[in-house]
C-alpha cells in the first residue's frame, strides 16, 4: 500500500537555512493532507495542514505547497532550528473518513548547528 | 497543552495470550482512535470509536481486536489472542468533533511486544 509515499528517509540541513520535505499520493480521492511531526519516544504531533481547495497554507514558519495535477505536497520549514530535528509523515484523508490517516513512511530531519 | 495518556509504555507479553492496552483521551474529546506503527513500517489506521461504537475500522482490525470505552475516561484496545506479527508501537488519538479540521492528538504509545 503506498498511496502516500515519502521518498527520501532522511534530510540533513543547515541551522537558519530552507528544509523542504516532499511527499507524493496516488489516491486521487485525498482531499486533505497533513503534516505531523513526531520526537522519539513521543507520539505524532499536528504541524499544519491543507485542504484540497486551496494550494498554499502558512503557519509562521511553516508552509504546506499542495499541486494536485501532480498529487504532490511539500512542507517548507524556515528558517530551520535545531528543534525542528525530528520525524516529520505527511498524512492524507478522503471525504467522511476525515480522520481515518493514511500516513507516509517518515522523513527524518536533522538540523546541524 | 491537554494530552492523551497511554499505559503502560511497554507491555511484553507471550504468543496466545490476551492484552489490554488503555489509553485516557482528552477530556472534552468525543472521537477516539488506534493507530499502530510496527518497525520500520508506516503508522496505520486500526479504528475509530464514537458514541460508544466503532464508526470505522482498517482490515487489520480483524475479530482478535476489539475497543471499548469502559467509564468515562479511559478507551482501551483489547487483542484477544495475540500473535507475533501483533509487535508494534500502539497510538491511541483523540479528537474533539471527528472533522478533519479538528487535530488528531496522539498519545505516546504503548510498545508491544509479543514473543
Not at chain 1, 42 to 63: A, H, M, V, Y
Not at chain 1, 78 to 106: I, N, R, T, W
Not at chain 2, 43 to 63: A, G, H, P, Q, T
Request: with cysteine; glycine share 6%.
Amino acid at each position: 500500500d503506498q498511496q502516500v509515499k515519502q521518498n527520501s528517509p532522511s534530510l540533513s540541513v543547515q541551522e537558519g537555512r530552507i528544509s523542504i520535505l516532499n511527499c507524493d499520493y496516488t489516491n486521487s480521492m485525498f482531499d486533505y493532507f497533513l503534516w505531523y511531526k513526531k520526537y522519539p519516544a513521543e507520539g505524532p504531533t499536528f504541524l499544519i495542514s491543507i485542504s484540497s481547495i486551496k494550494d498554499k497554507n502558512e503557519d509562521g514558519r511553516f508552509t504546506v505547497f499542495l499541486n494536485k495535477s501532480a498529487k504532490h505536497l511539500s512542507l517548507h520549514i524556515v528558517p530551520s532550528q535545531p528543534g525542528d530535528s525530528a520525524v516529520y509523515f505527511c498524512a492524507a484523508s478522503e471525504g467522511q473518513g476525515a480522520q481515518k490517516l493514511v500516513f507516509g513512511q517518515g522523513t527524518r530531519l536533522t538540523i546541524n548547528p | 497543552e491537554p494530552e492523551v495518556t497511554q499505559t503502560p509504555s511497554h507491555q511484553v507479553t507471550q504468543m496466545g495470550q490476551e492484552v489490554i492496552l488503555r489509553c485516557v483521551p482528552i477530556s472534552n474529546h468525543l472521537y477516539f482512535y488506534w493507530y499502530r506503527q510496527i518497525l520500520g513500517q508506516k503508522v496505520e489506521f486500526l479504528v475509530s470509536f464514537y458514541n460508544n461504537e466503532i464508526s470505522e475500522k482498517s482490515e487489520i482490525f480483524d475479530d482478535q481486536f476489539s475497543v471499548e470505552r469502559p467509564d468515562g475516561s479511559n478507551f482501551t484496545l483489547k487483542i484477544r489472542s495475540t500473535k507475533l506479527e501483533d509487535s508494534a508501537m500502539y497510538f491511541c488519538a483523540s479528537s474533539r468533533d471527528g472533522q478533519r479540521n479538528e487535530k488528531l492528538f496522539f498519545g505516546s504509545g504503548t510498545q508491544l511486544s509479543v514473543l
